[in-house]
């Protein structure tokens, strides 16, 4: 997997602090301030994506709500895109950063890396299905909803969980790294 090594390779304290702050400021743009999302999220209450299981009936009911924040939810799937990189790649350099200091780019745990990949398809996967339905291009219901459904629970599941190892591996990364410092040279 040379992804895999070549993404431990090039970690570094630099890497990953920059994609924090990129993914901190692109998502205070993208979903706090007064923007596509809120406007969507306002109208239709309970937006597909926001919700973890499988409701059959809810692309139909959001986009039913919607009206005349339609155009805003669709230019808020191309929008989301930028966002779905940015996170995988703050994942990625987090849980990097974490196999390279810890010594561990060659255990099992290297595949921890795998999870932002999984998370980036499952969102542009997702973010498709939810254009071309919110657009009236495909039903909002059957086969395209459970298909959404199945990439939302995919995205949140992968979400959830790189998020976590991230946050152990950057801590874990810190306390390594604090350690190295104060130790005294042999």
């Not at 895999?4 to 692109?26: G, H, P, Q, T």
């Amino acid at each position: 997997m040379t992804f895999i090594s070549r993404m431990i390779e090039k970690a570094s304290w630099l890497r990953f602090i920059v994609s924090f702050v990129l993914l901190f400021a692109y998502s205070y743009w993208a979903f706090i301030r007064p923007g596509f999302w809120t406007r969507a999220q306002e109208a239709a209450a309970h937006l597909p994506e926001t919700l973890q299981g499988f409701h059959d009936e809810q692309p139909a009911l959001a986009f039913g709500k919607l009206g005349e924040a339609t155009s805003d939810y669709l230019i808020f799937q191309a929008v989301d895109i930028p966002f779905a990189f940015l996170n995988a790649a703050m994942i990625t350099a987090a849980i990097a950063l974490g196999l390279k200091i810890l010594k561990l780019a060659a255990t099992p745990l290297r595949f921890l890396l795998l999870l932002p990949l999984i998370l980036f398809a499952a969102e542009i996967a997702e973010n498709a299905l939810l254009f071309l339905m919110a657009g009236d291009y495909i039903p909002d219901r059957g086969a395209p909803a459970t298909a959404q459904q199945v990439m939302t629970n995919i995205k949140g599941a992968a979400a959830m969980l790189g998020t976590v190892c991230a946050l152990a591996a950057v801590v874990s990364a810190a306390i390594a790294s604090l350690i190295s410092l104060f130790r005294k040279p042999a």
